[in-house]
């Protein structure tokens, strides 16, 4: 019991210093409190999908569709149910950040609130994981920072959205975080190792793809600071 709450809280520890780097970015009040507000937005998100989850579960008895083929009942699992609501959320939380922001944020401010907004939603979801898996998964989840790297993904495209009114980078930002999710969420179907053993391996490369991600976020920053592009109001 002490080794997984040990466990646990070592996990948390990537997504704090995260919070506490782009958090020491500025000095400015009115950016940390939307930075704050993100992240709050983030760990209300769990509530909707949730909902959504438990939703959907009833709708699969009433239509049968419950006791389907595994491989096929997953497939829409992690695709609908898991992929599509909690990037959902997760945009709506950084959509509401931005709506209550009361000051002229930047595009890489906005990029960092949708970020942040996403890693709210992954301290909750860690903390529900926590309960049903062991030491060794809690500390890769904590060190991946998955949800963090795809709300890295949907802040840039949304943002390009935003000042370009381009509708295919807001297809972009929603579609291309669904679908990695999806994937590696599929990805660890059990029923599927058995068809192809191979199938483990398309995890443990998105799980080193979203290591990489949140790399490419701080050197995005740390260029970008100073970039008009992306340092002007947006």
């Known amino acids: 019991m002490l080794l997984l709450v040990g466990a646990y809280l070592a996990s948390l520890l990537p997504a704090l210093a995260m919070y506490c780097w782009v958090r020491s970015l500025k000095s400015d009040e009115a950016y940390r409190r939307t930075l704050k507000?993100?992240?709050?937005?983030g760990l209300r998100s769990v509530l909707p999908v949730l909902l959504f989850s438990g939703s959907f579960?009833?709708?699969e008895r009433f239509i049968g569709l419950k006791g389907a083929d595994p491989v096929y009942e997953r497939l829409y699992r992690c695709f609908l149910v898991f992929a599509f609501s909690e990037e959902l959320a997760k945009y709506l939380a950084f959509k509401r950040a931005l709506k209550q922001a009361r000051y002229e944020f930047s595009r890489l401010d906005a990029?960092?609130?949708?970020?942040?907004a996403a890693l709210g939603f992954e301290l909750?979801?860690?903390?529900?994981?926590?309960?049903?898996?062991?030491?060794?998964?809690?500390?890769?989840?904590g060190v991946t920072l998955m949800h963090f790297g795809y709300g890295f993904i949907m802040g840039y495209f949304e943002t390009g959205y935003m000042k370009t009114g381009d509708k295919r980078q807001l297809l972009a930002?929603?579609?291309?975080?669904?679908?990695?999710?999806?994937?590696?969420?599929?990805?660890?179907?059990?029923e599927l190792e058995t068809l192809n053993h191979y199938i483990p391996v398309v995890g443990l490369a998105l799980a080193f793809f979203s290591m990489v991600l949140v790399v490419v976020f701080i050197l995005f920053v740390r260029k970008h600071r100073d970039d008009p592009r992306f340092a002007e109001p947006l």
């Open 173 to 190: 930002g929603l579609l291309i975080p669904m679908l990695l999710h999806g994937l590696y969420d599929y990805s660890l179907t059990p």
């Open 111 to 116: 990029i960092i609130f949708c970020a942040i």
């Open 57 to 59: 579960a009833l709708l």
């Open 37 to 41: 507000r993100a992240l709050l937005n």
């Open 124 to 141: 909750i979801e860690s903390l529900v994981y926590a309960f049903g898996t062991n030491a060794p998964q809690m500390i890769v989840r």
